[in-house]
Every structure is written in structure tokens, then in C-alpha cells.
């Protein structure tokens, strides 16, 4: 185990060739992630078949029909999916603020004492 007191905080500095290794393997693993953005963008465009009506579906077509009838079925994740993709994710926010005890003491006592 290390002694906290001889830790200096950025004691250890990464020499030149590590620094280069770091930097190239950045640089494949980000070319590997867009390479395979673009496959599978090339794929969830081509053709998938055809719909009840004949037309011609894609392949994210076909997929976001297929999670529809999941959702339907009662998968929570595939209900998930289909609200967040068509723009109905609600919104996350966290807020921090100073509030003074007494405040956060009487919403306290109007959640648990509601009379309803």
C-alpha cells in the first residue's frame, strides 16, 4: 500500500513515448468507432423487404417497427427505446441549491401529511 504522504498529486508524468503510444491508439479506436458508424449506417439503409402494403422498408424502418410491437407486448426497454427515439424522453435535470433547513422541514411535512 502506498504512503499517502509521500504522494505527490501529478508526481508521475508520462514520457514522451508513452504519450505518443497513448495518442496513436486514440487515434485507431476512434477510427474504428467511426468505421463502424458508417457500416452500420450503410445497413440500416438498405432494403428490408416489404411492408403489409408492398412498399419497400429499410432496414431501421423494419427495426422500428419491431420495437413498436415489443413495446406493445409490454417490454419496458423496447417502450423505452421507441419513446426516446420519436422525441418524448422527458427531461433530466438536477438542481443544487442553498435552501434553508426550515423550508426543506415544511415540505417535508406537507408531503407526508397530505390529506388527500
Known amino acids: 500500500m502506498a504512503n499517502k504522504d509521500t504522494l505527490v498529486p ?31 449506417e450503410i445497413l440500416m439503409e438498405r432494403n428490408a423487404g416489404k411492408d403489409r402494403e408492398g412498399n419497400d422498408i429499410t432496414t431501421a424502418e423494419a427495426m422500428a417497427i419491431k420495437a413498436v410491437k415489443e413495446a406493445m407486448n409490454g417490454d419496458w426497454k423496447a417502450w ?3 419513446r426516446d427515439t420519436s422525441g418524448q424522453k422527458p ?26
Request: net charge negative; proline share 0%; glycine share 6%.
Open 10 to 40: 501529478g508526481g508521475y508524468k508520462l514520457s514522451r513515448d508513452e504519450a505518443s503510444k497513448g495518442g496513436k491508439n486514440s487515434v485507431e479506436s476512434r477510427r474504428k468507432k467511426k468505421q463502424l458508424r458508417e457500416i452500420l
Open 80 to 82: 423505452e427505446l421507441v
Open 91 to 116: 427531461i433530466e435535470k438536477v438542481m443544487i441549491a442553498d435552501v434553508d433547513q426550515s423550508i426543506i422541514d415544511e415540505v417535508e411535512r406537507m408531503v407526508l401529511n397530505d390529506d388527500n
